[in-house]
């Protein structure tokens, strides 16, 4: 159970289980994108979805661009929402989509029986979306993509456990909190980023050709979205989430 994943691997099932708890959103990618290059997926998202269930929107809290948002993600949480969310919130079967050409992927997944598949998704990308759920009624979807993908139905089982596990990180580590949050712009992340390297406020305007004032305010911004009490429990919290390194 805590035994490292291994880089790649043929399978999900050939290598030791992913660890029960992720520590960071470092060790999250890292297990995600083992998992990920263990089916031959290109990519990988994972999606939250709000408490209005049926109502909720497909939110992008995790995928293979993190910290910034893949054009997948964007897409998938856009066009296809609304309807991915319904189908997620009222079964836990994994669906599929084939993208418009024929691939290694497609045909893997036409010829499981454990997965449904479905016409949303993205024109020029199959995927594969696993429903998932967590403490304090919280669902999410965990999707990946690629057109190399290569499984089984034991795979599928295995890996569905696995995306239980990584949503439960994602809830525990407070990514969905995030999610709901304004998005933090990168001049706020700069000055979060330079702050947690010790510089003071005078001292990041020197370095971004801010003012002082301005420097203040996008500090004072990326705090309250972060639900922070002061600069260092900010730094403290986007550390941990991922938002900075």
């Not at 406020?201 to 003012?211: T, Y």
């Not at 990326?222 to 989430?241: D, E, P, Q």
Request: charged fraction near 20%.
């Amino acid at each position: 159970m805590n035994a490292a994943l291994p880089e790649a691997r043929a399978h999900p099932g050939d290598g030791p289980a992913l660890p029960y708890a992720c520590l960071s959103v470092a060790d999250m990618l890292g297990a995600v994108t083992a998992l990920a290059a263990g089916i031959g997926a290109s990519e990988f998202a994972v999606f939250f979805i709000g408490a209005a269930r049926e109502r909720g929107r497909l939110t992008p809290v995790l995928d293979s661009d993190h910290p910034a948002v893949s054009a997948a993600s964007r897409i998938l949480s856009s066009s296809f929402g609304d309807d991915m969310v319904k189908r997620a919130v009222s079964s836990t079967i994994p669906t599929w989509w084939s993208g418009e050409r024929e691939s290694v992927s497609t045909r893997t997944l036409e010829r499981l029986p454990s997965v449904q598949r479905t016409p949303l998704g993205l024109p020029d990308m199959p995927g594969l979306a696993f429903p998932v759920y967590g403490e304090r009624n919280l669902a999410g979807l965990v999707v990946f993509l690629g057109t190399e993908m290569t499984l089984d139905a034991p795979d599928v089982r295995q890996l569905h456990t696995h995306c239980f596990r990584i949503f439960s990180d994602v809830i525990r580590l407070g990514l969905c909190q995030v999610a709901q949050l304004p998005n933090a712009t990168q001049r706020e992340l700069d000055c979060l980023r330079l702050t947690a390297d010790g510089y003071t406020s005078d001292e990041i305007a020197i370095v971004l050709g801010l003012s002082v004032h301005t420097t203040n305010q996008y500090l004072t911004k990326i705090t309250a979205k972060l639900n922070a009490i002061n600069r260092i429990h900010a730094v403290s919290k986007a550390l941990r989430l991922g938002l900075i390194a």
